[in-house]
């Protein structure tokens, strides 16, 4: 993963996303989805455009499927934009750098 990229599980979920102070955006994925693997791109992109601002990371629903399944993720990649502990974008499937941008700087 990439440097500014953060790793999200059943375990750290409620500490580095709920309650964290600043917008982040969560992807949702597995090693073996395709669509998944196109977006790792365009999730390190946005982390790195955002870094200091949004925290953003992954959670491999495979292998937490906990917080997957209280998430509803029914389909992925699906990325979530949270804020204050709240959901308050979601974004399925292959989805362009500029829809999370807008999202993204709609928040800050």
């Given at each position: 993963?990439?440097?500014?990229?953060?790793?999200?599980?059943?375990?750290?979920?409620?500490?580095?996303?709920?309650?964290?102070?600043?917008?982040?955006?969560?992807?949702?994925?597995?090693?073996?989805?395709?669509?998944?693997?196109?977006?790792?791109?365009?999730?390190?992109?946005?982390?790195?455009?955002?870094?200091?601002?949004?925290?953003?990371?992954?959670?491999?629903?495979?292998?937490?499927?906990?917080?997957?399944?209280?998430?509803?993720?029914?389909?992925?990649?699906?990325?979530?934009?949270?804020?204050?502990?709240?959901?308050?974008?979601?974004?399925?499937g292959v989805?362009?750098?500029?829809?999370?941008?807008?999202?993204?700087?709609?928040?800050?």
């Open positions: 993963m990439a440097e500014n990229v953060l790793e999200f599980t059943d375990a750290n979920f409620q500490s580095e996303v709920l309650e964290a102070s600043e917008p982040v955006l969560v992807d949702f994925w597995a090693p073996w989805c395709g669509p998944c693997k196109m977006m790792m791109p365009t999730i390190e992109e946005i982390a790195s455009d955002y870094s200091g601002r949004v925290r953003v990371g992954k959670l491999n629903t495979d292998e937490n499927p906990g917080i997957a399944s209280a998430s509803s993720i029914s389909a992925i990649p699906t990325v979530k934009l949270y804020k204050g502990g709240q959901v308050v974008e979601t974004f399925v989805t362009p750098k500029e829809r999370f941008a807008a999202s993204l700087d709609s928040q800050l």
